[in-house]
């Protein structure tokens, strides 16, 4: 069974270009995540969909980021306009349901310069 | 909000065995996971724990006490290849049919030496 796959693993950018990155959960999976995680910490989660649906934003600085989902699989974050501070790595991860296990991606590293 | 501390870094020798406590304070408690991640890599499901007790996958056990809001994962047999980060996070359940959220810990970095 193929896992999470995230596109592209790395990305460097200047500070104020757009970047996206691209995640297809496990197949069957409903419930899909993005965290960010910083260089010697564990993962913040950021936003969480059921299906289609944002669940919880909460965490997500929806002055320059978005997320979508639109038919309930594939999703992309994106981040416009990027910030020297958004360098970390980005992880997608999925589970059947929110109560299940969380399975990951090997996330995107984004630079900004 | 939730908390959990873990030990930031641990050495040990390969074939011995290691203990990476986890303490955590949080409200809404459903039980503790531990996740490895390799430099470069994604966190790997290792365990769940929802009850108190010890439970044993492998070389690995994972052991949890809700009275004492204390977790820790034991690594038995140690192997270079377990070189890693492990995270410990919580699960907690919040208002709304079947929603949780896994909070993460900073990790413990384990190096391995011959």
């Known amino acids: 069974e193929a896992g999470v796959v995230q596109s592209p693993r790395y990305k460097i950018i200047e500070k104020k270009q757009p970047v996206a990155f691209w995640c297809n959960p496990i197949?069957?999976?409903?419930?899909l995540y993005w965290y960010l995680q910083n260089l010697g910490q564990g993962p913040e989660l950021l936003i969480r969909?059921?299906?289609?649906?944002?669940?919880?934003d909460s965490q997500l600085p929806k002055d320059r980021f978005s997320a979508e989902r639109l038919k309930g699989v594939d999703s992309t974050l994106k981040i416009q306009p990027a910030e020297l501070g958004d360098s970390a790595v980005y992880l997608c991860?999925?589970?059947?349901?929110?109560?299940?296990?969380?399975?990951f991606g090997p996330g995107t590293r984004l630079t900004v310069l | 909000g939730q908390s959990l501390e873990q030990p930031s870094e641990v050495t040990a020798v390969e074939g011995a065995i290691v203990q990476i406590n986890c303490t955590y304070q949080?409200?809404?408690?459903?039980?503790l996971s531990w996740y490895q991640q390799h430099d470069g890599g994604a966190p790997t499901f290792l365990s769940y724990?929802?009850?108190?007790g010890l439970e044993e996958t492998g070389r690995f056990s994972s052991f949890l006490s809700r009275s004492d809001s204390y977790g820790y994962l034991l690594l038995q047999e140690l192997q270079m290849k377990d070189s890693a980060s492990y995270f410990c996070?919580?699960?907690?359940?919040?208002?709304?049919?079947?929603?949780?959220?896994?909070?993460f810990g900073k990790g413990t970095k384990l190096s391995v030496i011959p």
């Open positions: 991860a999925s589970s059947l349901t929110p109560a299940d296990t969380q399975y």
């Open positions: 197949s069957g999976h409903n419930t």
């Open positions: 969909y059921e299906n289609e649906e944002a669940v919880d």
């Open positions: 949080t409200s809404g408690f459903y039980g």
């Open positions: 724990n929802a009850l108190d």
């Open positions: 996070a919580v699960r907690v359940g919040y208002s709304g049919a079947g929603s949780y959220q896994l909070t």
